[in-house]
């Protein structure tokens, strides 16, 4: 069980009653919420509030079913509406009855301090209950209604794709009108509504709820309407101090898992580096040297054949290998693609387009890739056409990251790509990928990067990369060894993501 799912399985337990035992001796939950009922008609009688003809509460009766009486005295069976049994001393009530959901403090930004914290969703962390950032007026800029919230209150976000941002805020603030900040009058205290907002039966719940195409909201009606289970408020105290000591040791557990995928890619760099140095395999004398097989097809191609020397040569290599300039590896000269600006199509009759967004991840990503028209494929083939082997070297964005080729699938490339075609024969695609993914090429591409915001790389700074060149059967061994010693970094990193 990977330790979100864990977290959700602690939180299912805690609003289910099963995970702490029940004391007997605590006052129960319908106790506690008929005070509310009249401490609330109190205040009706006495003017400080007005009636609401849409008010009910929840109650077991002598059959053991649970029945809803009205404000108007009617009275429904409810009990096919209930989710799950709750333990003895627990109750079932609706939010609009201990919340005033949607109820809210608007305040114009004309009326904010420069000081003034202002929260947003993406200052939220997801499923954790964590502010990640604080940002105030001055630095946030915003322009919109703002929700005034108090230190305490929950603050929920009727969003659905950050329905599980839920945080108890530290001090007091402004808030985006998507966060709701939500008091549960005396009934449920912060921590274990947080607990509850977050659950997996409370966002399930909401899900089937939401309304808007775009940005599915929940309604305030709809909210008012869910059916929350209550603890007495002694065993919601316990409950959090349980869980807290719980999430404790799960994020100690996540901390351990950073560590060790920070120490896998530790490894690979290292595996990288080996190779590099010629001291990931060991040499075979039997090997044709790199530099006599360089010379034969630079003859062969009859082109002239270019040795590195001096302060070109960044470390010495085994004897039998050799320092080249990546251009001097391929068969054609480094390009990059089209410069224009692309006409789109749709998939049925357009051809894939490939850019730096799609080579991330060190391999091509055919799932959210664009297409072009035909006919603009048609003009842009005649002068450049990717093939099996090749490598394509992001430009833009995530820079010096390469991904091969590896099919003849047709497509066409963008500019923010440069496509590397490897000499057959000389140099295996595999290796080169290698290579120019390693720590060693990534600084060289480092070292030339332009640009304020988005990085870029030049093809003329590309072409100054220098590579090792060992002999081929060397190359073989190398790759056979890397993509042995990768499996079980990779195999480590899986079963750390799953446990």
């Not at 898992?257 to 890619?265: A, D, G, R, V």
């Not at 051809?351 to 091509?364: N, Q, R, W, Y």
Request: aromatic share 8%.
């Amino acid at each position: 069980m990977n330790t979100k799912a864990l977290r959700q399985k602690v939180l299912d337990l805690a609003i289910h009653g099963k995970l702490i035992p029940q004391n007997p001796n605590d006052e129960s939950a319908e106790v506690l919420l008929k005070k509310i009922r009249e401490e609330k008609a109190e205040k009706i009688k006495k003017g400080e509030l007005k009636a609401d003809k849409k008010d009910s509460f929840i109650f077991v009766g002598s059959d053991k079913r649970h029945y809803e009486q009205f404000a108007d005295g009617t009275v429904k069976d409810i009990e096919d509406e209930i989710p799950f049994d709750v333990p003895e001393g627990w109750a079932w009530c609706r939010l609009g009855e201990i919340c005033d959901y949607g109820k809210c403090i608007n305040v114009d930004t004309k009326e904010l301090k420069p000081e003034d914290w202002i929260l947003d969703l993406e200052d939220i962390e997801k499923e954790s209950g964590k502010i990640i950032k604080f940002i105030t007026f001055s630095e946030r800029k915003s322009e919109s209604t703002k929700h005034k919230f108090f230190k305490g209150q929950v603050l929920y976000s009727k969003l659905r794709p950050y329905l599980n941002k839920v945080v108890i805020a530290p001090k007091d603030g402004f808030c985006t009108s998507e966060i709701l900040p939500l008091n549960f009058k005396k009934v449920l205290i912060s921590k274990y509504a947080q607990c509850l907002l977050m659950s997996s039966y409370f966002l399930s719940t909401v899900n089937m709820l939401t309304y808007g195409v775009k940005m599915p909201r929940l309604g305030t009606e709809d909210a008012k309407k869910l059916l929350l289970p209550i603890p007495p408020k002694n065993e919601q105290e316990n409950i959090v101090n349980s869980f807290e000591q719980i999430f404790t040791q799960i994020n100690l557990l996540e901390n351990d898992k950073e560590e060790l995928q920070t120490s896998i890619k530790q490894a690979k760099s290292k595996i990288l580096d080996l190779a590099i140095h010629g001291k990931l395999v060991p040499q075979d004398s039997n090997d044709e040297p790199a530099e006599k097989l360089l010379k034969r097809i630079a003859t062969s191609d009859n082109r002239p054949y270019k040795k590195l020397s001096g302060d070109e040569i960044p470390f010495e290599l085994p004897e039998t290998w050799i320092w080249q300039k990546l251009p001097d590896l391929c068969s054609i000269p480094i390009t990059d693609g089209t410069h224009k600006t692309p006409t789109y199509s749709d998939k049925e009759n357009g051809i894939p387009f490939l850019s730096s967004k799609d080579v991330t991840s060190g391999e091509i990503d055919w799932s959210k890739i664009k297409y072009i028209t035909k006919e603009l494929h048609e003009e842009l083939y005649k002068r450049l056409a990717p093939q099996k082997n090749d490598i394509l070297l992001a430009k833009n964005g995530t820079t010096g990251i390469a991904a091969l080729v590896r099919d003849d699938t047709v497509f066409d490339i963008y500019v923010t790509l440069a496509l590397i075609r490897p000499i057959s024969g000389l140099i295996i695609p595999q290796y080169l990928l290698y290579i120019i993914n390693s720590p060693f090429c990534k600084n060289q591409f480092n070292a030339h990067l332009t640009g304020i915001g988005v990085p870029n790389l030049h093809l003329v700074d590309i072409n100054k990369t220098v590579i090792p060149l060992p002999p081929i059967n060397e190359q073989v061994r190398i790759v056979s060894k890397i993509e042995e010693l990768f499996a079980y970094t990779d195999i480590i990193n899986i079963s750390i993501k799953d446990s």
